[in-house]
Nanobody, 117 residues
């Protein structure tokens, strides 16, 4: 059983960096045995896979976001982090932390992020 809780600012200004954290509560001794990722949903649009970090610590990203996205993990604190650089209003979305990559089996509740000046 796993619980994921996103946290971070709800409002970010254009050109700044969005930083989100996902705290994982799991029966496993550590998060390093699983794959963890981030998915977002802009208003009125579908889900967009952003990237994930695998159990070997390697991160993989959507080609459209790779140049400005960093996903990392702290296995001692059970935290998955997302950094999205140079944000624009089109980055406004609900951001979800998930477990899995091609198969998602757990979702956080999501956190609304608005990019506006």
């Amino acid at each position: 059983q796993v619980r994921l809780q996103e946290s971070g600012p709800g409002l970010v200004k254009p050109s700044q960096t969005l930083s989100l954290s996902c705290t994982v509560s799991t029966d496993s001794i550590t998060i390093k045995y699983d794959t963890w990722g981030w998915i977002r949903q802009p208003p009125g649009e579908g889900l967009e896979w952003m990237g994930a970090i695998a159990n070997d610590g390697s991160a993989h990203y959507s080609p459209s976001l790779k140049s400005r996205t960093v996903i990392s993990r702290d296995t001692s604190k059970n935290v998955i982090s997302l950094q999205l650089n140079s944000v624009t209003p089109e980055d406004t979305a609900v951001y979800y932390c998930v477990r899995g990559s091609n198969a998602i089996d757990s979702w956080g509740q999501g956190t609304q992020v608005t990019v506006s000046s």
